[in-house]
């Protein structure tokens, strides 16, 4: 396995729950990163869905001990150096363009790839990404699907992302090719707004002691 590779397996490994954040605001961006990190999540997916995306990352990098921040929705080559600058330790896309592939294959920053169908997870494998996000989890064809793939693509694992809630989170992390979980419940949007870090802390905590 690549050294890339082996980042983004330790960063997947660090709780079985990978906050996926939609910062609006970047005043809550240090106190949100501190509460989940309080709570036991240290990675922690910011993504480039908003104006506030970019400095958020810069903030959290720079303020909150012991976080692990990574840059989301990364699609282009400008965002990936942005996401560089401002400090991110790793990358998350959706997918896996050609262009995307190219703009980080001499970047020190490991990538975690999007795949949806087996034919996208073979064309990554086939370029070294043994970890992938699969995306979007439940319209793609939830756990039943993933399980499906567990067999003929075992050399992959995955970190599904996109609908997956709370009540469903544990399907996916008992599957073999499940590392971790993207998912965005551990910060509703109503917590956030209204600075209830405790709660948030509450929350992130529960999902770190769920299990893989």
Do not use: H
């Not at 942005?82 to 363009?97: H, I, K, L, N, W």
């Amino acid at each position: 396995m690549n050294e890339k590779q082996a980042g983004i397996e330790a960063v997947l490994e660090l709780a079985p729950v990978v906050p996926v954040l939609v910062i609006d605001d970047v005043a809550t961006a240090v106190p949100l990163a501190r509460a989940l990190v309080a709570g036991g999540l240290k990675a922690i997916e910011v993504t480039f869905r908003t104006a506030a995306a970019l400095e958020s990352i810069r903030a959290i990098a720079a303020e909150v001990e012991g976080a692990v921040v990574g840059a989301g929705t990364v699609l282009t080559s400008d965002q990936v150096s942005q996401a560089v600058d401002a400090g991110c330790r790793f990358m998350v896309s959706p997918g896996a363009s050609p262009g995307l592939l190219a703009a980080v294959a001499d970047c020190p920053v490991p990538l975690l790839p999007g795949s949806a169908s087996a034919s996208e997870a073979m064309t990554l494998l086939e370029q070294g990404y043994r970890f992938q996000k699969f995306f979007p989890a439940e319209p793609a064809g939830g756990a039943a699907y993933l399980k499906s793939l567990a067999s003929p693509l075992a050399a992959i694992r995955f970190c599904p992302t996109g609908g997956i809630s709370r009540d469903s989170a544990g399907r996916y992390l008992a599957l073999p090719n499940v590392v971790c979980v993207g998912g965005s419940w551990v910060a509703p949007g109503d917590k956030v707004a209204a600075g209830d870090w405790a709660g948030i802390e509450d929350l992130a905590r529960d999902a770190a002691t769920m299990k893989v």
